[in-house]
T-cell receptor, first 113, second 113 residues
């Protein structure tokens, strides 16, 4: 079974629109960690955020915000006022304490100028 | 400094060649990783080194041979590869294994002819 599901394969938005990338995870552990990574066309994965299972506070960093809801096992990522430089593949990942990452299949975001 | 460096950036090799990929980090991280990524797919974990010892080997064929000479360096030795091994090979490091964010290098784009 897929531990991390990113149902949106591709999304296109026009510049300055807001966009939300969905991430649903599955785990039986009470301690786990969630991550978002950005992979621009250059190929390097860029770390965006890490959240542990005991901290459900939402987080905002500039135009980026994350909504963590344990009740629905979701960790969604919103980009406000999108820009062309936001065009990339975004991966959500889960780590169950002590072990490897489980990556979702990724969402390819295209921001159209 | 959150930089992981990888050399070479691109590599073309024949099926009978022997080559090595190199990865370096100077963040004092004790866990290092090799991933393989095919186009439009998430990274697939190959190997994990923790405190310079091989911690995870995800049933990778023996034509891929990892080496961790010291805590800052990680190599991937390649021998008798197949065309289907062509992919982006990513190196990552983290302070420890599992619960921490991983920092990725820019990758080596490998083509096997």
């Amino acid at each position: 079974a897929q531990k991390v599901t990113q149902a949106q394969t591709e999304i296109s938005v026009v510049e300055k629109e807001d966009v939300t990338l969905d991430c649903v995870y599955e785990t039986r552990d009470t301690t786990y960690y969630l991550f978002w990574y950005k992979q621009p066309p250059s190929g390097e994965l860029v770390f965006l955020i890490r959240r542990n299972s005991f901290d459900e506070q939402n987080e905002i960093s500039g135009r980026y915000s994350w909504n963590f809801q344990k009740s629905t096992s979701s960790f969604n990522f919103t980009i406000t006022a999108s820009q062309v430089v936001d065009s990339a593949v975004y991966f959500c990942a889960l780590s169950e304490a002590g072990n490897q990452f489980y990556f979702g299949t990724g969402t390819s975001l295209t921001v159209i100028p | 400094d959150t930089e992981v460096t990888q050399t070479p950036k691109h590599l073309v090799m024949g099926m009978t060649n022997k080559k090595s990929l190199k990865c370096e980090q100077h963040m004092g991280h004790r866990a290092m990783y090799w991933y393989k990524q095919k186009a439009k797919k998430p990274p697939e974990l190959m190997f994990v080194y923790s405190y310079e010892k091989l911690s995870i080997n995800e049933s990778v064929p023996s034509r891929f041979s990892p080496e961790c000479p010291n805590s800052s360096l990680l190599n991937l030795h390649l021998h008798a590869l197949q065309p289907e091994d062509s992919a982006l090979y990513l190196c990552a490091s983290s302070p420890g294994q599992g619960a921490y964010e991983q920092y990725f290098g820019p990758g080596t784009r490998l083509t096997v002819t």
